[in-house]
Nanobody, 123 residues
Framework: VQLVESGGGSVQAGGSLRLSCAAS????????MAWFRHAPGEEREGAAA???????VYTDAVEGRFTIVKDDAKNSLYLHMNSLKPEDTAMYYC???????????????????WGQGTQVTVS
């Protein structure tokens, strides 16, 4: 699976961004997908995940502000980010796993495929 992120950029606090992740087509609908973020000096953090059946999980820091959406017809994953805060500044990565989960995990060790990342800066 190849993953390519886009949509990052610079935004003022309180603003919004939508990240996109384009995935190659092979068995895409069977994958568990997630967005991770990595800020300088911090550990990589799972922000949101969605299972192949559409169940979603969010880390507490983004719950209520971020929405993860999977469009199987377009082989794409999105992260709608609202009410952005300076602490949301990070490199954001799209990840995929072919394993089956009842609830999609936010542990990076569970994901096999990764994109190259897209930078989000909130000031």
């Amino acid at each position: 699976v190849q993953l390519v992120e886009s949509g990052g950029g610079s935004v003022q606090a309180g603003g919004s961004l939508r990240l996109s992740c384009a995935a190659s087509k092979y068995r895409y609908t069977s994958y568990c997908m997630a967005w991770f973020r990595h800020a300088p000096g911090e550990e990589r953090e799972g922000a949101a995940a969605i299972s192949s059946s559409g169940r979603t999980v969010y880390t507490d820091a983004v719950e209520g502000r971020f929405t993860i959406v999977k469009d199987d017809a377009k082989n794409s994953l999105y992260l709608h980010m609202n009410s952005l805060k300076p602490e949301d500044t990070a490199m954001y990565y799209c990840a995929a796993s072919y394993a089956s989960f009842i609830l999609p995990p936010l542990r990076h060790s569970e994901y096999t495929y990764w994109g190259q990342g897209t930078q989000v800066t909130v000031s």
